[in-house]
């Protein structure tokens, strides 16, 4: 082990001019900053004889020639999010896995603006994805050019133990993609309008499980806020069974689970039966509100967008934010994170706090997790 030899000049400064008796300091090794050519050590204040002084030293050294020690091993980041032992992309494009489609039905009414499905394939367990993740989709057929279509990716609606509670079956949620475009033509979306068209039986090719940026936190006592736009939901469903259907011998959600969802009109709500249920079992521990743009408006007249509904609770979710077990989730459309930002900046200023630098932080710590498109 090598040893140094450290010899300090110590100038004591004070206010009071009296003199001092002779003093001697034993300075610990890790309080000293090594720069080139000689080290320095500094101290805030140190008290002899009843007073208190501030301490400059130049400290030099003398090494003998003995072999430099090992660095210690940096210590591993711990997450603290349910990441342990996660499997992402045990099937690839080339490689797909041929599930079944167990359950396929629409889930808004008649009347809403477009086709939301939901829909159960099996897989056999061949597929063992966490909540939070996604799984690939490969549509049949050739695009344009004669080549197989590209995966699409889609968000996980189920649990880890899927609906059917067996570890067997992955649920999707996707709606219908139809639009008009400049030419006047009516465009069909090749993949979402594959899923929402298969009938119990049919094959389809799954690739995944992929993605830990949106899985659950560790901690069953966290307060959860998930923030959702439309099929955004898919995620918050899957922590959502978990947390208050199932039964788990290592797991017992006791926090706080919040849920901001935002739709066009009350005959696009998701899966509202669901948190119904949720609600009237666990109301202390599950909260939901939703933002209908098309038929809410807040104070001013404003139409009641996601962030518009968020507004409403900007001093209690802002305190929320300041707990280091708090952790929000966003999924959905891109935009809606610069309408949460807006909410938060002035909240953020009152308490003196640059939002986007603690936004940063949030993200750092795993308390703000995005997945938008």
Known sequence: MAMTTMNAAVSLTSSNSSSLPATSCAIAPERIRFSKGALYYKSNNVVTSKRVFSIRAQITAETTDTPTPTPAKKVEKVSKKNEEGVIVNKYRPKEPYTGKCLVNTKITADDAPGETWHMVFSHEGEIPYREGQSVGVIPDGIDKNGKPHKIRLYSIASSALGDLGNSETVSLCVKRLVYINDQGETVKGVCSNFLCDLTPGSPVKLTGP?????LMPKDPNATVIML???????????????????????????????LFLGVPTTSSLLYQEEFDKMKAKAPENFRVDYAISRE??????????????????AAELWELLKKDNTFVYMCGLKGMEKGIDDIMVSLA???????????????????WNVEVY
């Not at 199932?246 to 017992?252: F, G, L, S």
């Open 349 to 367: 200023a009152n308490d003196g706090i640059d939002w986007f630098d603690y936004k940063k932080q949030l993200k750092k710590a795993e308390q």
């Open 210 to 214: 992929v993605g830990k940026e949106m």
């Open 296 to 313: 809410q408006a807040n104070d001013k007249g404003e139409k009641m967008y996601i962030q518009t509904r968020m507004a409403q609770y």
């Open 228 to 258: 959702a736009t439309g099929t955004g939901i898919a995620p918050f469903r899957s922590f959502l069974w978990k947390m208050f259907f199932e039964k788990h011998d290592d797991y017992k959600f006791n926090g706080l689970a919040w």
